[in-house]
């Protein structure tokens, strides 16, 4: 394991019913090529050693007996493995014959699982050969030369960096209380599951959205491995299901129905896991009833023959971008989270209007087509949104242009009150020469704005719409009491990289016009505007060439807020995403390592030196799984040190060589 990620497979050997020798080399032969591919954890079938489907054939001694040199054919083959592997057999115990898993490690029985729940319904009998782990007594044997113990008692494994993993059979998952349940609370990280269940029509997606479900209400990996081709097909068929998942995200998948031996594997990240376990307080209460539980853990060996590391999980360089199919919908909820959230405070406010100033450019674009929405939802009249644009010394004519011609089309209350003259007036007052373009000339331009907004909405009896988004918050891009203060901020929560993509969802379902000034506002370079045009009417003064691609940024942010991870780590997945030796995505910005960890640095450093911005947002609707609410997500001091973080950062950085600049 590196950076908390373990690489893991699920095998779906070809087997021949009955015929140990035979599947005891096709497992043996997959155990090699997942080895040598840094896997380090297998999972084959359940009874993958003789075959699921031989009935009446369990009852044979000479069957037991065959499995059980196959086994320690197994041992031996494993020695020099740097791999743990999981195989199901049948093994008889006193007087009880169990359907079993075997962990095994470096020709050694780390531990046997018995199967709890055993199916016998419809087409399946097992009851008619196996017993339960409920019928075991705890018992010490020898088995395939080895002494071995057998319990009923819960079993985790645990290997030598840490990892702890549980093992089930099958119909356990399917159980109202299954096995999983318990070794999840009580530690384990991964579930591997050893199935042979068959198909039917409808069955297969329900399975998948059962183990999506288990590995979400865990906060687990899940692993899956199903038997597959050469199992009788007497009165059923196998397909050869092969999954992995990771908190209810499916990970990998095999072919169905392959007629050839199948190897899939994946990593998970187990760093991510633990950290949404401690987050999740419901998780921890429910771990109370483990605390009297006995659990026996088992001890696997450090890995003696490391392999290289290599990132193989694919890495989504937006995450705050949904994924699923239906993005409509998604879009459609996240509108309606933000209306819903702006109809509630217009109404308890009895606010007759609401004011938003309007500067041509992405944030006030989405403020202003939610209140578009919340009037409309809510039976007003548009006229009540009064849109305010305040052309200053850097503005624009395409953004002014824009501004107007957006509340035009949209045909809300239009006004403009240019700032220049009360801003050189507060220049001179304060003494501040108009030429040093500072922050000072700055900031008084976002102030002045503001007090304009909230002087209109008191003489309106209105609301102040916020516009400032998530990026901005992140990484203190607004003025104190200037754009970072308003009466409900409907973009609090929402991101850059995702107000892009909501502008241009809607983009494509309004009125040409409308449309067309939409995707001219997603086309501007994003830019505060207080720095005067250049003199072919240009905007000069770019953000993100100031403080970065806001596409990392938003990044940086997310798994730094929603996984906990540490610089070393956010670095390793942003080459993944966004490496410059990376095929072209469209829509995704390519970097190379120095880029990424500069603006990694510029990220750590100003998410800590602003936090005092944050400490006093105004209110505004939570839309993801991020914010940066104090009084909900996010609650830092603002005199927290950056050092840990900055000192990772800089020992990621090429070191220069003498000579070198």
Known sequence: MKYGIIKVATAV??????????????????????????VEIIVFPELSVTGYTCQDLFRQQLLLDATENCVMQLLEFSRQLDIISIVGVPMAVGNLLLNCAIVIQRGKILGIVPKTFLPNYNEFYEKRWFASSQDLRDQDLRYAGHPVSITAAPQLFRTGDGILFGVEICEDVWAPTPPSNHLALAGADIIFNLSASDELIGKHDYLKDLLAQQSARTICGYVYSGAGFGESTQDVVYGGNALVYENGRLLAEGERFALKSQLVSAQIDVERLRGDRRGNTTFVNAQRRMMNEDI?????????????????????????????????KSCEEIFNIQVMGLAKRILHTHAKTVVVGISGGLDSTLALLVCVKTFDKLKLDRKGIVGVTMPGFGTTGRTHNNAVSLMQSLGVDMREVNISKSVLQHFEDIGQNPDAHDVTYENAQARERTQILMDLANKLGGLVIGTGDLSELALGWATYNGDHMSMY?????????????????????????????????????????LIPAGSDGSIQQ???????????????????????????????????????????????????????????????????????????????PKVGSVSLSPRGDWRMPTDAVVTLWLDEVEKLMPKKIDGEG
């Open 489 to 529: 901020a409907v973009n609090t929560s929402i991101p850059k990289t995702l107000i892009q993509y909501l502008v241009k969802f809607v983009a494509q379902t309004v009125d040409d016009e409308s449309a067309s000034t939409l995707y001219d506002i997603i086309a501007t370079p994003i830019s505060p505007e």
């Open 13 to 38: 050997p070809t087997v021949k019913v009955a015929d140990c020798v035979s599947n005891i080399k096709e497992i043996e032969s997959l155990v090699v090529q997942a080895e040598g591919q840094g």
């Open 296 to 328: 026996r853990i088992s001890r696997a060996e450090s890995a003696a023959m490391p392999h290289d590391f290599v990132l193989e999980r694919k890495v989504n360089p937006h995450p705050f971008i949904p994924t699923n199919t239906n993005m409509q």
């Open 542 to 620: 770019k953000t993100e060439d100031l403080v970065g691609p806001y596409e990392l940024h938003d990044f940086f942010l997310y798994h730094f807020l929603r996984n906990g991870f540490g610089p070393r780590k956010i670095f390793v997945l942003a080459k993944r995403a966004f490496g410059e030796s990376l095929p072209p995505v469209e829509g995704v910005g390519r970097y190379d390592d120095e880029t990424i960890l500069h603006w990694l640095k510029t990220f750590c450093r100003r998410f800590f030196n602003q936090q005092f911005k944050r400490s006093c947002l105004p209110d505004g």
